[in-house]
């Protein structure tokens, strides 16, 4: 039988969206039913297994997945023997320790002698450890947001992203314990067979992610501006200069990167180009 490349993915929540939409902009083709707890790629040698995304760390540990695909929170929490493959820059959030908006805050001296409530125990109690702190901790597994209004705690530890929960819970933010993205976890040793399939899907994934940050721009410009363009936006290995129909323009294209473009189409103006077209790019592989 050829060897599968067998991946983690949550089966519905947060993560769900982003890790379908990764394997399928990497070109992999496959079902994915409702009901269905594993799939196989039709054109790729994968198996993809969708599974509650607390339990993928484990399953990644005793090799019944070789891969998975976690928030980070969850991986540093559940402390296996694993690593992080490669970060996905989707699922951005953070663990935070919050308290009661009516609490004046003191420093991180405020939660000694207090009760704190998480579903995040080992991530808190190296939290407390590492700065010194001595609390209570009440571990629950959801809605730990209302734990200090119902009375069960002084404060909690949790995951915020836009923080309007914790608003709506009158609590505040106090402290970030650690930032969070979703993270390709994976066990120490793949046999070879699949560590060279994760290799190629590793190789697509890094194709999208370029491509993501990226756009291509064309535009069109006064010969004696391509010097200038040329040092702002020099693309992959340097633009592509076509002569335009009316003498002394060219059409000239380029790679830009997406968090610094609006800063540079500024400077583009200012140099003479005109007619600036920035088009999305669906991979690229440099
Ligand atoms: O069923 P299963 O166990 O698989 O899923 P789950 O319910 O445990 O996890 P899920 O789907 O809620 O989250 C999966 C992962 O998404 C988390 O482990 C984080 O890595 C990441 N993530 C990103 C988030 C959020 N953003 C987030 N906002 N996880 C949870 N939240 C919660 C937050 O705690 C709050 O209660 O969403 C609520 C809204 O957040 P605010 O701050 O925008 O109000
Ligand atoms: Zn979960």
Redesign the pocket.
């Known amino acids: 039988m050829n060897t599968l490349l067998r991946i983690a993915i949550?089966?519905?929540?947060?993560?769900?969206e982003g890790s379908l939409s990764l394997l399928q902009e990497s070109g992999l083709l496959f079902s994915n039913g409702k009901d269905q707890l594993k799939t196989q790629a039709r054109n790729f040698p994968v198996e993809i297994l969708f599974?509650?995304?607390?339990d993928i760390p484990q399953y990644v540990e005793d090799k019944v997945a070789d891969i998975g695909i976690?928030?980070?929170?969850?991986f540093t929490e559940k402390q296996k023997q694993n690593t992080i493959v490669k970060r996905l820059d989707f699922?951005?959030?953070r663990l935070s320790m919050a308290i009661p908006r009516s609490e004046t805050y003191t420093g991180l001296s405020w939660f000694n002698g207090k009760n704190i409530a998480t579903s995040y125990p080992n991530i808190v109690t190296a939290f407390l450890k590492k700065n010194n702190l001595t609390a209570g901790l009440h571990e629950i597994s959801?809605s730990?947001?209302i734990a200090p209004g119902i009375g069960l705690a002084d404060a909690i530890c949790?995951?915020?992203?836009?923080?309007?929960?914790?608003l709506s819970n009158g609590l505040k933010e106090v402290e970030v314990v650690m930032n969070?993205e979703?993270v390709i976890i994976g066990s120490a040793n793949l046999e070879a067979a699949k560590q060279q399939i994760l290799d190629k899907l590793l190789f697509r994934i890094e194709a999208v992610q370029k491509a993501k940050n990226n756009k291509y721009i064309l535009m069109n410009c006064p010969n004696e501006a391509i010097e200038k363009i040329t040092s702002i936006i020099p693309g992959m290995k340097s633009p592509t200069i076509i002569p335009l129909g009316k003498p002394g323009w060219s059409s000239l294209h380029s790679v830009v990167d997406e968090n610094d473009f609006w800063e540079k189409i500024d400077q583009l103006k200012s140099f003479g180009a005109q007619g600036i077209l920035v088009i999305p790019i669906e991979k690229m592989i440099l």
Do not use: M, P, W, Y
Request: charged share 25%; hydrophobic share 30%; net charge negative.
């Open positions: 949550q089966k519905s929540g947060r993560l769900q599974l509650r995304d607390d976690v928030g980070e929170n969850v699922a951005r959030c959801g730990v947001e949790d995951v915020v992203s836009t923080g309007s929960t914790l969070s979703a």
